[in-house]
């Protein structure tokens, strides 16, 4: 009743309102880093980013804080100080659940139960007032989110500790929300955070930020960040995007679209969207009662008749809905969205890296306005993981024995192994069921369950996406989760014993039983400079930034192969001819996988140049050598719609691959597209680190054919830089060494079919296993006077073959021979760098 009366006082008042002076109020504009004490680390932040980045892209709704000094004048007006120590001083150990429970909820009760002073109410609506008049309202919509006074801080992530409330309106509900932000500082998992971090409970205040809603529910929303979460990569920055108000993200209630955008060339001026990933958004989170059209409508009236009345409306709750079918096979930003969200986010980096005089990567939550189109940062707080992670070593794990059939698979989190007993928690009441060392399997967690998390191994959930919380929590914690994975509540058993492997990029995997596994620490300082440049081979872009952290030159070895068989899925030529598919199941598959784009074409272009842009990316600037298709014609009839243009060979190890099929009629179509992704990762994406590599090259004349191909679609050798090189694994190209450096920048030995044609032998026959090796007399001479023919010729020549990563001795045979380069496969490179570690 209270409430009701003050706001009738107020609004008689009229503009005597103006004349209050503002005691526990800032404006977001008057707001700088240096009141953190005063409005918490998440408020101040916006605070910095309106008075400095407004001119740089950054678009910041604004608003206004109510201060710490509002919440212990709170306390001390309802005598809540003395009785909220009372029963903190019933917590003996927060490892107690049912105990931290009780306690935590007596406390939020009795905050709940203060009554706000009238002079801090008055000041509240008196803000709320102006802040409406400002965006020419009668009683704007506001978020009333909580900031804790020692947030954000390196070491203290309190970032979602405390409660936010989206969508209030009116007087009655800004305050009572205000109320219950202060309660919130006692949630279970703030208190239980608190103890663990050895933070006094009433040494640590909370303000609130009251800050204008942005129409998400009419467009999107989501979070980014200025670095890979997973890997530490610096040079990125990475969006989840889903439709509506973002909390359905951070809840995993939907897996989001995923963008990845390369910073170094994107501040260079290029459109280096180098992933795009459609994600799973089949709800989303809206205002309630009001349709789209009825809005827009409201908000025009409103701003062309602001009448300064303030309605007492009662709060618009939130619903989910079901999203269109044809909306979730579509991104919900289109690239130009992507690149001008992704400059935002950079500036803030950038920014705050130079506040802060060392890296400083920005975790941003960002709104699309549904009205006005525009794209809104609502909040940035500092990263507090990779940011504090050390960088002088490497951690690799893996598995000693065989994979197993997985049970599920999910996207990883963490790059760790474990192994423990699985845990099936249904809700927060049975988070006590679990026990040190346990694997946490549910639907989806939430911030009540974080005293238990800290307690499992690892999580596995059937929901959520990379930013949901379960995957935040886990990053934060440093035990490795399996998100996303749609059915590890009913794949796996309570009680069993699981692995959970996720040391292998993006996807992760759960096995039954304890599979024995084990990691290997490099640190880069025991590494010795070698004669060579040890290069890495690498075939999955979801591993790229993981495997960039080795202490290696570069990559000598990128196939295509892997992205066309996993990313695209489907024959190329089909892509080009889809009206030569007559099986209708295969055209409805290939139209599912190509979902989301108008052209076929496009699709391939799109998907491909993404895989490798992910690749180059990872280790820009140095040299990475991409190594055009080399699929073998048995191998390409297993893509969809692969039967409709393969031929059936009786020995297609030797009939039509690599360089043979980029000027033949039957596949010269879809070489145009392979050439146009290449051309998009270096001239559009900005990647011009990449050096592309042609295999298997029968003749000189041959060679002739492929550059000249290849320059028709752009693809010229010498422009911008671009160097070609060739693969050396036929006994013509050693022979003829000499001509072939005529034409090529260089050359990198493939030890597995270099060996097959020398001795004759045929590598994927078990009766002649026994024949093949690599380190036979002739093998070895062949390599010898390639080595030898490349540097008369003054040409680079390395090797990318499986020899060096199986025989040590093939490596320490080609580095006394002066070879350029050795790229091993990426377990190998660990334990060859180790072992001349042990040498110096």
Not at 208 to 232: H, N, W
Not at 281 to 303: R, S
Not at 680 to 704: A, D
Request: glycine residues 8%; hydrophobic residues 45%; proline residues 3%.
């Amino acid at each position: 009743m209270f409430l009701v009366n003050l706001a009738k006082l107020l609004q008689s008042a009229g503009a005597c309102w103006y004349s209050i002076a503002m005691k526990y109020i800032k404006k977001f504009e008057d707001i700088r880093l240096t009141d953190v004490p005063t409005v918490g680390g998440k408020t101040a932040s916006i605070g910095q980013m309106i008075a400095d980045l407004s001119g740089k892209g950054v678009i910041v709704p604004t608003g206004f804080a109510i201060t710490a000094q509002a919440y212990w004048y709170f306390l001390e007006q309802n005598n809540l100080v003395d009785e909220l120590k009372k029963i903190m001083a019933g917590l003996t150990n927060v490892e107690d659940l049912h105990n931290l429970e009780k306690v935590g909820s007596a406390v939020r009760a009795a905050i709940e139960g203060g009554v706000m002073p009238k002079d801090l109410a008055q000041e509240i609506v008196q803000a709320y007032h102006e802040l409406s008049v400002h965006y020419g309202v009668a009683d704007c919509d506001v978020a009333v989110r909580s900031s804790a006074t020692a947030e954000d801080l390196p070491g203290a992530s309190f970032a979602g500790q405390q409660e936010t409330y989206l969508n209030i309106h009116g007087n009655d509900a800004l305050l009572k929300s205000c109320i219950q932000c202060m309660a919130s500082l006692f949630t279970d998992r703030a208190i239980a955070y608190r103890v663990e971090h050895g933070f006094d409970h009433f040494k640590v205040a909370l303000s609130i930020a009251v800050q204008k809603m942005i129409r998400s529910d009419l467009a999107c929303s989501g979070v980014a960040f200025s670095v890979d979460t997973e890997t530490g990569f610096k040079d990125v920055v990475m969006i989840n995007a889903s439709y509506g108000l973002g909390e359905m993200i951070v809840k995993g209630s939907v897996i989001p679209d995923e963008f990845l955008i390369h910073s170094p060339t994107l501040e260079k001026g290029f459109a280096s969207i180098i992933k795009k990933q459609l994600g799973d958004k089949k709800n989303k989170m809206v205002y309630a009662g009001t349709d789209a059209p009825a809005v827009v409508g409201l908000i025009k009236k409103m701003m062309s008749n602001i009448t300064g009345a303030m309605a007492n409306r009662e709060q618009a709750p939130v619903k989910i809905v079901s999203v269109s079918e044809a909306e979730q096979k579509v991104f919900c930003l289109n690239d130009q969205e992507v690149l001008q969200l992704a400059r935002a986010v950079l500036a803030i980096d950038r920014h705050y890296t130079k506040l802060r005089g060392s890296w400083c990567p920005m975790d941003v939550e960002w709104a699309k306005d549904g009205i006005d189109g525009k794209i809104y940062i609502v909040q940035a707080r500092p990263e507090t993981v990779q940011a504090m992670r050390s960088t002088d070593s490497f951690v690799q794990y893996h598995l000693k024995a065989s994979a197993p059939q997985a049970l599920i698979t999910g996207q990883s989190i963490g790059q760790k192994i474990v192994s423990g007993t699985a845990r099936l928690i249904a809700s927060a009441k049975d988070i006590d069921q679990v026990q040190k060392g346990d694997i946490i399997v549910t639907q989806m967690t939430d911030p009540d369950w974080v005293p238990a998390m800290k307690r499992a191994a690892g999580i596995i959930t059937d929901r959520g996406g990379r930013t949901c919380h379960a995957a935040i929590v886990s990053r934060e914690l440093g035990i490795p989760a399996l998100v996303g994975t749609q059915t590890a509540t009913t794949a796996i058993k309570d009680g069993q014993t699981i692995t959970l492997d996720c040391s292998r990029g993006k996807t992760g995997y759960v096995y039954a039983g304890a599979i024995p596994f084990e990691s290997t620490e490099v640190r880069f300082a025991t590494i010795p400079k070698l004669p060579v440049d040890i290069m890495v081979n690498i075939a999955d872009p979801e591993t790229a930034f993981m495997v960039a952290q080795l202490p290696v030159a570069g990559v000598g070895l990128a196939r295509l192969e892997f992205i066309i068989s996993n990313e695209i899925k489907i024959h190329p030529m089909a892509l080009v001819h889809p009206e030569l598919v007559t099986d209708q199941a295969v055209v409805k598959e290939i139209d599912a996988i190509t979902a989301g784009y108008a052209s076929k074409k496009d699709f391939f272009i799109d998907r491909l140049a993404q895989g490798v842009g992910m690749i180059v990316a990872a280790f820009y600037p140095k040299k990475v050598i991409v190594r055009l298709s080399d699929f073998k014609s048995n191998e390409y009839r297993n893509l969809v719609g692969g039967i409709y243009f393969e031929p059936e060979e009786e020995n297609p190890m030797i009939g039509l691959r690599g360089a043979s099929r980029y000027y033949n009629e039957r596949y010269r179509e879809a070489f145009a597209l392979e050439c146009a992704a290449l051309k998009k990762v270096r001239n559009e994406m900005g990647l011009v680190n990449m050096t592309i590599m042609v295999p298997f090259v029968r003749t000189v004349e041959e060679g002739r054919r492929v550059l000249a191909e290849m320059a028709r679609h752009g693809l010229v050798r010498g422009d911008n830089g671009l160097e070609i090189i060739m693969m050396v694994e036929i006994p013509s190209n050693v022979l003829l060494i000499k001509e072939f450096s005529a034409l090529f920048d260089g050359f990198s030995i493939g030890s597995n079919d270099l060996t097959q044609l020398t001795l004759g032998v045929d590598r994927d026959s078990q009766l002649l296993a026994d024949i093949f090796d690599e380190r036979d007399l002739a093998v070895k001479k062949m390599m010898a006077l390639a080595v030898e023919g490349a540097r008369a010729s003054n040409r680079y020549i390395g090797i990318c073959g499986q020899a060096p990563s199986d025989y040590p001795e093939i490596a320490e045979f080609l580095m006394e021979l002066g070879i350029s380069s050795i790229s091993l496969n990426q377990d190998s490179v660990v334990s060859f760098l180790m072992r001349y570690a042990g040498k110096s």
